[in-house]
T-cell receptor, first 109, second 112 residues
Framework: LAKTTQPISMDSYEGQEVNITCSHN???????ITWYQQFPSQGPRFIIQ???TKVTNEVASLFIPADRKSSTLSLPRVSLSDTAVYYC??????????FGAGTRLTVKP | NAGVTQTPKFQVLKTGQSMTLQCAQD?????MYWYRQDPGMGLRLIYY???????DKGEVPNGYNVSRLNKREFSLRLESAAPSQTSVYFC???????????FGQGTRLTVV
């Protein structure tokens, strides 16, 4: 199973773009990269998933280089409500995906 | 549309007691999961059910049993609770094992 490494915490200010990078050196050929967001006392919420290059949806973008050994979640123009823990997961399906400690993002006014 | 509903939300047990955590989803999903989350840590998969009638062990199954009662419901049972099982438990479901998972609000369990 691919091990992921991401920063423990990050600070940002409202209106800024935030990029959270995740390393996954031993990603397997058929693994997908998925990001979840978790607020205190709530279950995680799916943000975005990708396999290669770039994926964009209404809330975030996911950049994956050609070697797929890392990925970057990009949150455009963050607000205070984006303060949360963000998890990077790598796996073929939900049954083998491992949640690490995540990145605690704090958005300041 | 309630999504994934877990009961109870809070529970205190004495060591050795048993209890069942209930989970139900109304999205007609095939796959369901039970996770535990300990302070400052990510979620760890306890058991999962890829479809009605099937269950499989996850990363940390010891001390737990599960039942996939029907397509909607997936319960987690602690036969003899231990303090090490103090945690927040999350149930999740997904259309299949390869699509995004939807999580419940969690059950905060304390074993004293």
């Amino acid at each position: 199973l691919a091990k992921t490494t991401q920063p423990i915490s990050m600070d940002s200010y409202e209106g800024q773009e935030v990029n959270i990078t995740c390393s996954h050196n031993n990603i397997a050929t058929n693994d997908y990269i998925t990001w979840y967001q978790q607020f205190p006392s709530q279950g995680p919420r799916f943000i975005i998933q990708g396999y290669k290059t770039k994926v964009t949806n209404e809330v975030a973008s996911l950049f994956i280089p050609a070697d797929r050994k890392s990925s970057t979640l990009s949150l455009p123009r963050v607000s205070l409500s984006d303060t949360a823990v963000y998890y990077c997961l790598v796996g073929f399906n939900n049954n083998d995906m491992r949640f690490g400690a995540g990145t605690r993002l704090t958005v300041k006014p | 549309n309630a999504g994934v509903t877990q009961t109870p939300k809070f529970q205190v047990l004495k060591t050795g007691q048993s209890m069942t955590l209930q989970c139900a989803q109304d999205m007609n999903h095939n796959s369901m999961y039970w996770y535990r989350q300990d302070p400052g840590m990510g979620l760890r998969l306890i058991y999962y059910s890829a479809s009605e009638g099937t269950t499989d062990k996850g990363e940390v199954p010891n001390g737990y049993n599960v039942s996939r009662l029907n397509k909607r419901e997936f319960s987690l049972r602690l036969e003899s609770a231990a303090p090490s099982q103090t945690s927040v438990y999350f149930c999740a479901s997904s259309p299949d094992s390869y699509t995004e998972a939807f999580f419940g609000q969690g059950t905060r369990l304390t074993v004293v």
